[in-house]
């Protein structure tokens, strides 16, 4: 289904007729991006009073949040790169389609560089997403956001010693909306580079201590062992960068741990995707015989990369940024489940396109493939994905199988697309 049809506007075109936003940035970030996520929602067969919902969740309670639009001078720069403190994403399943929208919540004061990190919105923000959104829970935000981001004497540490601007990023945290059955699910990363700056720690023995923190009775044991294990036998190529969760009940969530791999060859994709063979279970196996198939098509290129020293923006070449990994452990789990994050930067939109495409009718999912190029290429209609390699900006993969209805085995295969650049 292509998404240049009146249809996939329908939502958008009656919402913008009586919305007014007070301010310019607003109305930008409204003009610019709202086309997107209504073409989002509609490719993925959302109805449409959940189309007009979501929409209305953006247009009224998020965009107030990104700050200035991203072409606009501004001090402080989201980690998120593309379209400055928002990206959009979709999750491509063989039962459909969902979307979520990823978002730095950002005050005036930082955009002016009074805030420098950017620590002062993210409550205002969680207020409001525990208000209109089912079952969010914001214990683990409060457990973990003074064991993973700077405080005010930490942050005057690193502008004392003059170490603010010598940091790659200074995001703090990140929120995620995934839009699904008509409400929220709110997810929330924490950054702990700068505090482990200001602290002279190390990020991954950060990111264990703040987890067994908000996890007394050590439900998250098992699996955070494995992990540490496989980390403390590593190559310095691998190192730990950040961590998610649900905002949900400590009992249902998930904790995600990102890893960075700057050799990006496939040996290092195995590695990390087996934890050097610890998982070995056929579950494991058959995702990674996919993935090797799926890297084969992307084509993207190998070698050694370096740490990046600024978020991404249009033009960066495909040798810029390192493989991404999280490690998912839940408290019904001994072991943990990968997930791989390929870097598209760089990359030719079109062969990209053509690549997720036909990985798509291999796996039988033939709606996804027949739609997926033209639906990509009317984000940005004004330019021919043959000639642009920005608008893809990660594929991520995750493949598991899970006891289904009937205890039949049930596959699970997920395929991610961030899209990056639009304005």
Known sequence: MATDTPDALAAYTALTKYIVHPSLDQHDWWQRTGPMLAKLLHVAKYPIAEQFQYLYLYATHLIPLLGPFPNRPRKYLCILGGLGALEFSQNFTAAGSTVRIAFDPTSPAAAAGLDPCNRRSVAGALDTLSRVGRG?????????????????????????????????AKTQTILALDLKRGDIAVKLY?????????TNDEVGSMVFRA???????????????????????????TAM?????D????????????????????DRIAAIWTLDGRLADPATAAGLDILRSL????????????????????GDPPTLLPL??????????ALPQPKIYIPLTGLND???????????????????????VDNLASYKPEEKLENTADLQAWLSFSYAEETGPGLREVQYLAVKVYLGYIQ
Not at 142 to 161: G, I, R, S, Y
């Open 136 to 168: 969010v829970d914001l214990s683990l935000y409060h457990a973990l956001l003074p064991q993973l981001t700077l405080n005010d004497e930490e942050e005057q540490v690193l502008v004392e010693k003059n170490l603010l601007d010598a940091q790659p």
């Open 190 to 198: 924490l950054y702990p580079t700068c505090k482990a700056a200001a």
């Open 211 to 237: 987890i067994r923190h908000a996890d007394p009775a050590g439900l998250f044991a098992a699996g955070l062992s494995a992990i540490e294990a496989f980390l403390s036998a590593s190559p310095a190529s």
């Open 241 to 245: 960068l950040f961590l998610s969760c």
């Open 247 to 266: 905002l949900v009940a400590l009992t249902h969530t998930r904790f995600k741990l990102y890893l960075a791999e700057f050799e990006v060859v496939f």
């Open 295 to 314: 890297w084969t098509a992307l084509a993207v290129p190998e070698g050694t990369r370096s740490p990046p020293e600024r978020p991404t923006k249009p």
């Open 324 to 333: 991404l990994f999280n490690l998912e452990i839940r408290a019904s789990k």
């Open 350 to 372: 079109g062969a990209v396109a053509a690549a997720v495409a036909g990985t798509f009718a291999e796996w039988g999912w033939n709606d996804h493939a027949r739609g997926y």
